[in-house]
């Protein structure tokens, strides 16, 4: 089926490995993603970012139990994409696929949340070969590929199978590399490519407006440049490669207009426009060089393997509400529906502000290293490795007045051993063992908290707010503040509550003790052949996860106050609610918060209530929240 295109979806063939479980790694986050041998990972989240596809790539190489000291950045698996290289002999190859949706069925069951592919084509292409030849070879590629997406429709205003939109996906990418040999020595590449991920109505689902979806748009360009040098006995890698991308998440009305969520208990639909407007920059450029030395000695060989890496990258993600607040409209206490598009009709409208952030990131991630594969006798092999890292964060702050400032930094060893015993001496019987120390890259989910940095907002809840007769309306916080209910009167129907729920988003604290986390980890292994066809290997793996970076709330027995004996009523019409065995439900102790006790009994102590608007023909009715 053409699905899973993307070269790293390879990753799931091998033994014990996944694509975000690579031998006990936790995550995707936890690999080392390599182009042609140079880190791509995203500097901001970890992990796999450029995803090449699976025409462009000759070969996938995977590494991680027993990796040397020239590997590094990853406590799970070392993934290396090798793309594909031009020669004397002319190739080519044309790939088109087509699902239609006349012929598609659907699996989709009544009222199921999900979606289902409705249509899909792809056209590839590539071709390689010489430019001039035993010189200079080219090879390129194009790949587009168009989805459409259905929904199912959960709405039961408008009952039917699917929505009547659909979820639109288009996949555009390119590639171009030359590979020329001034010489028999010398080898030198060149790759450019790019890539365009487009989304319309992405966030669907079966109950929201399409209104509230987002447009994504992502372009993405990378490249790389190789010179690679070899002798009798020596060889001289050198490489650089890098990306550059710019990710929008886009509201289709635009970021003036708010969007709107009902508000009542369960999950409830959104309309007009989405909540937040989203920009992710993520950049990276990283390079390696590797100096390696073959040698003989008396009954074997010593193969030395020396050299430096470095990697820089920069992330930043900026996430603004839109209109600057979420309009929640209470529903009728009659009807119990509500007419979103109209604010005329709406009893009451609470509101939602802030859980924004802008985050402003960059690290890099050094290294150097010594390797050596030292074979004393024909069956026996030893490889002892060091590799030295130095990790850097750094956070500029969300007032531009404040200066970027280094957030997180550490250094440290990682020492490796190994040995292979070759004990038949003729690779039918193999033992092998290995012990290692393995390094996590640096990227700004270590360090997004430290003190300073400003980057999240919280998110505020008002209860109550102004008449509306337009849905658009909007309000600057301090407008907002300027109409704050604080007479306590509960005739008093306008302006907002003065009482209002916030979630404490904004946490962070000084960095302390900064350790780059890492793993420890021992392999032993034994492999024994039987005739030409078969082969037998059971591995031992034991991986011991150190220094593992968290938030540690320094004040938290003093910041809560128990509660006891809780009797549980619903909050809109203040009925009691039962438990399994129809008894009074009565929590025997809840831990709160002691800045929302304190602002609750100032809230009691000014405002003791307020009640919905009275509609037409419709009775009041008295809020409990």
């Given at each position: 089926m053409p699905t899973a295109r993307d070269a790293n979806s390879l990753v799931d063939l091998l033994p014990g490995a996944s694509r975000g479980f690579v031998w006990g790694g936790g995550g995707d986050a936890a690999n080392n993603y390599q182009l042609d041998g140079v880190s791509v990972n995203h500097p901001g989240v970890g992990g796999d970012f450029l995803s090449p596809s699976i025409d462009w790539i000759e070969a996938l190489e995977v590494r991680g139990l027993g990796a040397g000291a020239e590997y590094g950045g990853f406590q799970g698996g070392l993934i290396n994409a090798i793309t594909k290289t031009g020669t004397n002999n002319w190739q080519g190859s044309l790939r088109a696929n087509y699902i239609s949706p006349a012929l598609t069925g659907s699996n989709i069951r009544p009222n199921e949340e999900g979606a289902e592919q409705d249509m899909r084509r792809e056209v590839s292409g590539e071709m390689r070969g010489p430019v001039i030849r035993d010189r200079l070879f080219y090879f390129v590629g194009g790949i587009v590929i168009d989805r459409d997406?259905?929904?199912?429709?959960?709405?039961?205003?408008?009952?039917?199978?699917?929505?009547?939109?659909?979820?639109?996906?288009?996949?555009?990418?390119?590639?171009?590399?030359?590979?020329?040999?001034?010489?028999?020595?010398?080898?030198?590449?060149?790759?450019?490519?790019?890539?365009?991920?487009?989304?319309?109505?992405?966030?669907?689902?079966?109950?929201?407006?399409?209104?509230?979806?987002?447009?994504?748009?992502?372009?993405?360009?990378?490249?790389?440049?190789?010179?690679?040098?070899?002798?009798?006995?020596?060889?001289?890698?050198?490489?650089?490669?890098?990306?550059?991308?710019?990710e929008t998440r886009g509201a289709y009305a635009g970021t003036g207009v708010p969007g709107i969520q009902i508000f009542s208990r369960g999950r409830q639909p959104r309309f007009q426009n989405a909540a937040f407007t989203e920009q992710l920059e993520p950049r990276s450029l990283g390079g390696n060089i590797t100096w390696k030395k073959q040698s003989p000695l008396p009954g074997g060989e010593n193969k030395l393997v020396?050299?430096?890496?470095?990697?820089?990258?920069?992330?930043?993600?900026?996430?603004?509400?839109?209109?600057?607040?979420?309009?929640?409209?209470?529903?009728?206490?009659?009807?119990?529906?509500?007419?979103?598009?109209?604010?005329?009709?709406?009893?009451?409208?609470?509101?939602?502000?802030?859980?924004?952030?802008?985050?402003?990131?960059?690290?890099?991630?050094?290294?150097?290293?010594?390797?050596?594969?030292?074979?004393?006798?024909?069956?026996?092999?030893?490889?002892?490795?060091?590799?030295?890292?130095?990790?850097?964060?750094?956070?500029?702050?969300?007032?531009?007045?404040?200066?970027?400032?280094?957030?997180?930094?550490?250094?440290?060893?990682?020492?490796?051993?190994?040995?292979?015993?070759?004990?038949?001496?003729?690779?039918?019987?193999?033992?092998?063992?290995?012990?290692?120390?393995?390094?996590?890259?640096?990227?700004?989910?270590?360090?997004?908290?430290?003190?300073?940095?400003?980057?999240?907002?919280?998110?505020?809840?008002?209860?109550?707010?102004?008449?509306?007769?337009?849905?658009?309306?909007?309000?600057?916080?301090?407008?907002?503040?300027?109409?704050?209910?604080?007479?306590?009167?509960?005739?008093?129907?306008?302006?907002?509550?003065?009482?209002?729920?916030?979630?404490?988003?904004n946490e962070e604290g000084a960095v302390e003790n900064y350790r780059q986390p890492y793993v420890e980890q021992a392999v032993l292994s034994a492999e024994k052949r039987f005739g030409p066809k078969w082969k037998l290997e059971v591995v031992y793996t034991n991986r011991v996860n150190k220094d593992i970076v968290g938030l540690v709330d320094r004040n938290l027995a003093e910041n809560y106050s128990p509660i006891v004996n809780i009797g549980v009523k619903d909050r809109v019409n203040g009925q009691t609610i039962f438990d399994q065995h129809g008894n009074p439900l009565v929590l025997p102790i809840i831990w709160i918060s002691n800045q929302d006790l304190k602002a609750d009994l100032i809230r009691r102590a000014s405002f003791p209530g307020r009640p919905f608007r009275q509609l037409p023909d419709t009775p009041s009715r008295i809020s409990t929240a």
């Open positions: 997406v259905n929904v199912p429709n959960l709405n039961l205003a408008t009952p039917g199978e699917f929505r009547d939109v659909q979820q639109g996906f288009r996949d555009i990418r390119g590639i171009a590399k030359l590979t020329l040999l001034p010489d028999s020595r010398d080898r030198i590449d060149a790759l450019f490519g790019r890539r365009d991920d487009q989304v319309e109505r992405a966030g669907l689902n079966g109950i929201d407006d399409p209104a509230a979806t987002t447009r994504v748009r992502s372009p993405t360009s990378f490249y790389e440049l190789a010179w690679t040098r070899t002798g009798v006995t020596t060889s001289l890698d050198a490489r650089l490669a890098g990306f550059d991308s710019r020396v050299g430096a890496e470095y990697t820089r990258g920069w992330w930043e993600n900026r996430r603004t509400r839109n209109g600057g607040l979420t309009w929640m409209p209470y529903v009728n206490p009659a009807t119990g529906l509500v007419n979103a598009a109209d604010a005329r009709t709406w009893p009451e409208v609470a509101s939602q502000w802030g859980a924004e952030l802008m985050l402003k990131s960059d690290v890099d991630d050094g290294a150097i290293f010594i390797q050596d594969y030292l074979t004393l006798l024909p069956n026996l092999t030893f490889t002892p490795g060091l590799r030295y890292g130095r990790w850097n964060g750094w956070l500029t702050p969300r007032d531009t007045a404040s200066r970027r400032f280094l957030a997180a930094r550490h250094q440290a060893f990682d020492p490796r051993m190994g040995v292979v015993w070759d004990v038949s001496g003729r690779n039918d019987f193999v033992l092998k063992a290995h012990w290692g120390r393995y390094h996590q890259a640096m990227n700004s989910v270590f360090f997004d908290r430290a003190e300073g940095g400003n980057v999240y907002t919280n998110e505020r809840f008002y209860f109550q707010g102004p008449d509306l007769t337009d849905t658009r309306k909007v309000y600057t916080p301090a407008q907002r503040d300027a109409l704050l209910n604080k007479s306590g009167d509960p005739s008093c129907c306008t302006g907002f509550s003065s009482n209002f729920v916030e979630a404490i988003l």
